[in-house]
């Protein structure tokens, strides 16, 4: 069942460039999409998200771009800073009573110094 | 910052063996989650608590899961006869409002290892 996608396992980028995290679903009826970040050792932390009614939404370095017709979102960190390097889970939820989120498979960050 | 803490944070047992995995969600949330993360794999829901009751469940969640809320704090994952499929990452996460704007607090996870 691979309602949300990440087709990427890993990004390498230089301090200081932009970060592109990139997620497809399938599942048309998904409401909000959500961004998570993970360190080793510790549960995810939410970042960022997006209601399906929009098209960006932007916190500090943080920027989600939704594309609904393509089924397609990204996520922008600039500029991009070696803490950042860990793993992003695209996330989406239909808006149920209980917001069962379902989370892509991720993405490893490396920020290089 | 309000915490959720899961403990163990690992926790090594048999194959058969029931284990109770603990969570303290944050105290004025009213949303519970239970995850799981097998290695090298994604994220999986297991089971969603509200109102003292299961909200909903995914298909892992079989009899041999239960989840509890037995005293107002603590959350608890039991598993009755644990398969060597079920070593995992477990997180605990809550919410007190919609998870949309301001996503779960997940707490750190127990590391889950039947041998």
């Known amino acids: 069942d691979q309602q949300v996608k990440q087709n990427s396992p890993s990004l390498s980028v230089q301090e200081g460039r932009i970060s592109i995290l990139n997620c497809d679903y399938t599942n048309s009826m998904f409401d909000y999409f959500l961004w998570y970040k993970k360190y080793p050792a510790e549960g995810p932390t939410f970042l960022i998200s997006i209601s399906s009614i929009k098209d960006k939404n932007e916190d500090g370095r943080f920027t989600v771009f939704l594309n609904k017709s393509a089924k397609h979102l990204s996520l922008h960190i600039v500029p991009s800073q070696p803490g950042d390097s860990a793993v992003y889970f695209c996330?989406?939820?239909?808006?149920?009573?209980?917001?069962?989120?379902?989370f892509g498979p991720g993405t490893s960050l490396s920020v290089i110094p | 910052e309000p915490e959720v803490t899961q403990t163990p944070s690992h926790q090594v047992t048999q194959m058969g063996q029931e284990v109770i995995l603990r969570c303290v969600p944050i105290?004025?949330?009213?949303?519970f989650y239970w995850y799981r993360q097998i290695l090298g794999q994604k994220v999986e829901f297991l089971v969603s608590f509200y109102n003292n009751e299961i909200s909903e469940k995914s298909e892992i969640f079989d009899d041999q899961f239960s989840v509890e809320r037995p005293d107002g704090s603590n959350f608890t994952l039991k598993i009755r006869s644990t398969k060597l499929e079920d070593s995992a990452m477990y997180f605990c996460?809550?919410?007190?409002?919609?998870?949309?704007?301001?996503?779960?607090?997940f707490g750190s996870g127990t590391r889950l290892t039947v041998v």
């Open positions: 996460a809550s919410t007190g409002g919609v998870p949309a704007n301001y996503g779960y607090t």
């Open positions: 105290s004025n949330h009213l949303y």
């Open positions: 996330a989406a939820l239909v808006k149920t009573s209980y917001d069962k989120v379902i």
